[in-house]
């Protein structure tokens, strides 16, 4: 079995930071792209942010500048830096993996639980 566990999320005021974290644990033969996406209350769930095995990155428009994405390969984990954070970006946040279990053949996509990330005065 695979999991994705998030931490870091938060209550944090306008114009703070927040660090999220998604390891991916259990048996894993490789990963693909790792991402972060987004669902506030009675919207869609949208892409956040992703970034592949090689490094490189895509952010959505309404993030770039503030957000940035990495990835520890040897920790199978994958982070959000989230700056200048605004009430807009109030949701919960879900990790995303693309990952090929060990004994597989293919790789699909892999979800954690979400973490509330809560941007307020």
């Known amino acids: 079995q695979v999991q994705l566990v998030e931490s870091g999320g938060g209550l944090v005021q306008p114009g703070g930071s927040l660090r999220l974290s998604c390891a991916a644990s259990g048996s894993i033969f490789s990963i693909n792209a790792m991402g972060w996406y987004r669902q506030a209350p009675g919207k869609q769930r949208e892409l956040v942010a992703v970034i592949t095995s090689g490094g490189s990155t895509n952010y959505a428009d309404s993030v770039k500048g503030r957000f940035t994405i990495s990835r520890d390969n040897a920790k199978n984990t994958v982070y959000l830096q989230m700056n200048s954070l605004k009430p807009e970006d109030t949701a919960v946040y879900f990790c995303?993996?693309?990952?090929?279990?060990?004994?597989?053949?293919?790789?699909?996509?892999?979800w954690g639980q979400g973490t509330q990330v809560t941007v307020s005065s």
């Open positions: 995303n993996a693309e990952i090929q279990p060990l004994a597989t053949m293919r790789s699909w996509d892999h």
